[in-house]
């Protein structure tokens, strides 16, 4: 007898993808992640098409649950496989969802480039849907690149699309976008010119959603988004309050948008502080509007939205000037400066890897999965945490191994770091293994923005993570490392999970003349377990 998921059968890779799109329909975002993984092992080298559904089903569901570096390595495998079987409507699927996890990790102009392809893959005599997702696309990713009319302009062509499909499709997420498009452009005014013009048009657009949510005809075009529309409105919506002066009502906003996040952290949570921070903004409540800040950027890089990260960094340097503290907001600029450093050389990388394939590609098909193994995009997904985002192991041994021998030659200090999170096997217990994996993720991004531009933070094993300390001493080191539990401590564990606290203990070991890896390894794991029994100190 035939096994069944939601009236799927699942003895075929093509049974489990429809099983797939079912289960994202429900929110069922794992389940549909987990079938999208079987029907890809069934599928892979058997049947390129199937293979090329799989991974668009895979990239789509990684793409909600921001695993966005995995949605871009299986997006562009499925639009190339695509492109190799002729099939425009799958590559432009593909390319709607790379665009979007492109904008989201801060490459705008392969974003660009993506939805303006998939633009024209989709461009029929016939409006489709698929052509409003992908000027809807295209006006997200002008947004982030900082052209709000050419991000305006393709948006409403988007619109335009809907209404004259057969039959019409819904306009709702186009139009909501055009909200956060108008929310950026005067983000953008207030920073340049310190004062917003108008919220005439902000008002109206999103009294536009408000109208189409209240007739029902809020529907996302793609499964699983449904929720996140209901974010995106509700934070919208207290933004403006906010900047109207109605403090109760963007209160109840917030409020709204809260109950609407789903348990796993997405980028969403982090425009939810981003609406709360304008909150305290409009109160003149500077240390709550510092704190929101703060919370947005660690969220933001907890899910790898570089983009909302660089802005909470842009809101933060603002803030700081208009309460004259010059050299916080100098500080923040800086950091905004190498963060987009960061993220340009980011790009730089996956065009370089893009590049490769391409070559490939066009000598045979076979070479496909070869050029990816080889390029240097797949090397530095290598070096790195594929659960927190920052490096792995493997990429801390290699860096502490050549910092050694740079040690050997130069007599330069070294000090390693063992980061423990204090007990982390009561918080798996108490509040499930995906809170514990918010945790890790949470802790992850605090270690980063609290350490120095040259130390290197990584995920060791477990809930234990390390730092290198390249030409620092111990008592230099100390010092970071008290910074990252306070970071910790302060941070609001309360908005994952009622109740929720955590702390982490760390120890310190300074590298000698002629130490192995091992032995720097070993007296950090000791010093922390020493630690563990004086809470209080590094």
Not at 199 to 213: D, G, M, N, T, V
Not at 387 to 399: C, D, K, M
Request: with cysteine.
């Amino acid at each position: 007898m035939r096994s069944l998921i939601l009236g799927a059968p699942l003895d075929t890779a093509d049974g489990l993808l429809a099983a797939a799109h079912r289960a994202l329909e429900n929110g069922q975002v794992q389940q549909a992640h987990d079938l999208a993984v079987t029907a890809l092992s069934m599928a892979r080298d058997v049947n390129p098409r199937l293979e090329a559904r799989a991974l668009a089903s895979l990239a789509h569901c990684d793409r909600i649950s921001s695993r966005l570096r995995l949605a871009t390595e299986a997006s562009r495998r499925a639009a190339h496989l695509f492109e190799q079987l002729g099939d425009a409507q799958g590559e432009a699927n593909a390319l709607i969802t790379l665009a979007h996890v492109c904008i989201l990790l801060g490459r705008n102009d392969e974003a660009v480039e993506a939805a303006l392809l998939s633009v024209r893959l989709c461009e029929t005599k016939a409006p489709q849907p698929q052509l409003v997702l992908a000027y809807n696309c295209l006006g997200i990713a002008y947004s982030w690149a900082g052209d709000h009319d050419r991000a305006d302009a393709s948006l409403a062509a988007a619109i335009k699309v809907a209404q004259h499909c057969v039959p019409v499709a819904s306009a709702y997420q186009p139009l909501l976008n055009q909200v956060w498009v108008e929310a950026s452009r005067l983000i953008d005014e207030r920073f340049q010119t310190g004062t917003m013009s108008s919220l005439s048009r902000l008002e109206a657009l999103a009294a536009e959603c408000k109208a189409l949510e209240a007739a029902g005809l809020s529907s996302s075009l793609l499964p699983g988004l449904q929720s996140m529309g209901e974010v995106i409105s509700n934070a919208s919506w207290a933004l403006l309050e906010a900047w109207q002066g109605d403090i109760a009502a963007a209160d109840k906003s917030v409020a709204l948008a809260v109950q609407s996040l789903a348990k796993n952290v997405t980028w969403l949570d982090a425009f939810v502080r981003w609406a709360a921070a304008e909150i305290a903004w409009a109160r003149q409540d500077w240390e709550k509007t510092q704190i929101e800040l703060e919370s947005m950027r660690v969220l933001a890089l907890s899910v790898e939205h570089e983009q909302l990260a660089c802005r909470a960094h842009l809101l933060l340097a603002q803030a700081f000037e208009i309460q004259g503290r010059h050299e916080d907001a100098l500080r923040e600029n800086r950091a905004l400066r190498r963060r987009e450093q960061r993220v340009v050389a980011d790009g730089l990388v996956s065009r370089e890897a893009l590049v490769s394939w391409r070559l490939d590609a066009r000598q045979s098909q076979r070479h496909l999965q070869q050029a990816l193994i080889t390029s240097k995009q797949f090397e530095r997904w290598s070096l790195e945490d594929a659960l927190t985002g920052i490096a792995n192991r493997r990429s801390f041994e290699r860096a502490l191994e050549q910092r050694l021998q740079v040690q050997t030659s130069t007599g330069r200090p070294l000090t390693v770091a063992l980061v423990d999170v204090d007990r982390f096997k009561s918080v798996n217990d108490r509040f499930t293994h995906q809170i514990g994996d918010r945790v890790l993720k949470t802790v992850a991004a605090l270690m980063a923005s609290s350490v120095r531009e040259q130390d290197l933070s990584a995920r060791w094993a477990g809930d234990e993570f390390v730092i290198l300390f390249d030409n620092t001493t111990t008592s230099v080191a100390i010092q970071v490392c008290e910074h990252v539990q306070l970071a910790v401590a302060g941070f609001d564990w309360e908005a994952i999970a009622p109740g929720l606290q955590v702390s982490v203990s760390i120890g310190l070991s300074e590298a000698q003349p002629g130490d192995a890896a091992e032995a720097v390894i070993h007296r950090s794991d000791k010093s922390m377990y020493l630690a563990k029994l004086r809470p209080c100190s590094a």
